[in-house]
């Protein structure tokens, strides 16, 4: 079974950029393959539905601005979040799907502050 | 318009059984994956299990087998999400979610949530 790990929280002033890691760690030895495992991103607001924002590493649904992009390397996906708004101020997840396995794995989260 | 609504809050208490549900307007209800997380107090969303209402295929976490029954009613476009004997545990929000379409891997569409309170 595998994990996906978060920062619990990530900070920066407006107009910045900040990234959001997420490192998944399989317990299975050898069982990591980039091929099968597919990350996207949410955001919630707090008491609120969480909402898809980046699907298939780095592709946006329509009406999330393109300030939103990610990222993947070997293990490790990125959101990065350039010219931070008040308003981005959210919890992040990440979520892993494995072709393998054929379930859904989400990351502790992230918590963003706007200073 | 793709809507997932899902039923009210719920008071039980130990020991009771409980079916949240939430129904699916607005596209093809039958083709479409529909998956449920939870989101306890305070914490992070943890997926539950998914199901296809056009054979109700379903897939359970590991960490929810056994625990939980999702059930679907295609005739009404409502998924369900039951507990034969709630613990206080399970206080927490319980979202439904659709899968996007072709069966891609994320959840395009989220009910509001359903607040499920377990008193011991």
């Known amino acids: 079974q595998s994990a996906l790990t978060q920062p619990a929280s990530v900070s920066g002033s407006p107009g910045q950029s900040i990234t959001i890691s997420c490192t998944e760690r399989?317990?299975?030895?050898?069982?990591?393959?980039?091929?099968?495992?597919?990350v996207s991103w949410y955001r919630q607001d707090s008491g609120r539905a969480p909402q898809l924002i980046i699907f298939d590493v780095n592709n946006r649904p329509s009406g999330v601005s393109d300030r939103f992009s990610g990222s993947q390397s070997g293990n490790t996906a990125s959101l990065t979040i350039s010219g931070l708004q008040a308003e981005d101020e959210a919890d992040y997840y990440c979520?892993?799907?494995?072709?393998?396995?054929?379930?859904?794995?989400f990351g502790g989260g992230t918590k963003l502050t706007v200073l | 318009e793709v809507h997932l609504e899902q039923s009210g809050a719920e008071v039980k208490k130990a020991g009771e059984s409980l079916r949240i549900s939430c129904k699916g307007s607005?596209?093809?209800?039958?083709?479409?994956?529909i998956a449920w997380v939870r989101q306890r107090p305070g914490k992070g969303l943890e997926w539950m299990g998914i199901i296809y209402p056009g054979d109700s295929d379903t897939t359970y976490s590991p960490s929810f087998q056994g625990r939980v029954i999702i059930s679907v009613d295609k005739s009404t476009s409502t998924a369900y999400l039951q507990w034969d004997s709630l613990k206080a545990s399970d206080t927490a929000i319980y979202f439904c979610?659709?899968?996007?379409?072709?069966?891609?891997?994320?959840?395009?569409?989220w009910g509001q949530g359903t607040l499920v309170t377990v008193s011991s």
């Open positions: 607005g596209y093809t209800f039958s083709t479409y994956w």
């Open positions: 979610a659709r899968r996007g379409v072709r069966g891609v891997p994320y959840f395009d569409f």
């Open positions: 399989s317990s299975d030895v050898g069982s990591y393959n980039s091929e099968s495992w597919y």
């Open positions: 979520t892993s799907y494995s072709s393998s396995t054929t379930y859904w794995v």
